[in-house]
């Protein structure tokens, strides 16, 4: 497949100091209120804004502008019934046999275990998978690059788009995922990522109080 090169566009003018400063510090406040959901209300969401959030998933940078991703949306329920069921299979080992010790106190305050209803009870699901090498259109193979850095950045873009539009999320991340392909008929070349939940948190939900690290612990400046 022959690539065309790339014809170089303008960027808009950066703003000024003072509305920059405003729009930086808006954002961290609209994110410092996200948190993981994890009781879901059944009650629908519109399709548009998860069209549009995937769509702001696809802007991510990645290696080559190859956007080594794809976004598969679940919202049949015989399909997230399905999903659920071979997710808690891997759960149930994973807390029975495979996880250490250390790990599951870890999780402990969280209060999470092999039940995931909320697989069921959300009304969208995101299967997001990462493509290692892609069809050429001529028999042969692209590959690609920087896959694991450049889904890992469109999830995060993802996540923020659904919650600013004032939807709920949940990652969740069976182990291995790999029956995530079986289930939903995707292509040897992708490797399940994170199965991300939406929906509208229930009336009832509750998250942890959790504290999040200050500036001098995550960031170094010289």
Partial sequence: ???L????????????????????????????SRRTVRAFAPDPVP???????ILTAGTAPNGANHQPWHFAVITDPAIRGEIRRRAEEEERAFYGERAPQEWLEALAPLGTDADKPFLEIAPVLIAIFAESW?????????????????VGIATGMLITALHLAGLATLTHTPSPMKFLNDVLERPDNERPFL??????????????DLSKK???????FR
């Fill in 1 to 3: 497949m022959t690539r």
């Fill in 5 to 32: 090169p790339t014809i170089p566009v303008p960027l808009p003018a950066p703003p000024a100091p003072g509305e920059m400063r405003r729009r930086a510090s808006d954002f961290l406040a609209r994110m410092r």
């Fill in 47 to 53: 399709m548009e804004v998860v069209e549009d959030a």
């Fill in 134 to 150: 892609a069809p050429d259109g001529e028999g042969g193979r692209r590959k690609n690059y920087y896959v694991t850095e450049s």
């Fill in 195 to 208: 199965l991300l939940v939406v929906g509208h948190p229930a009336p009832d939900a509750e998250v942890p």
């Fill in 214 to 220: 200050p500036l001098s612990e995550i960031a170094s």
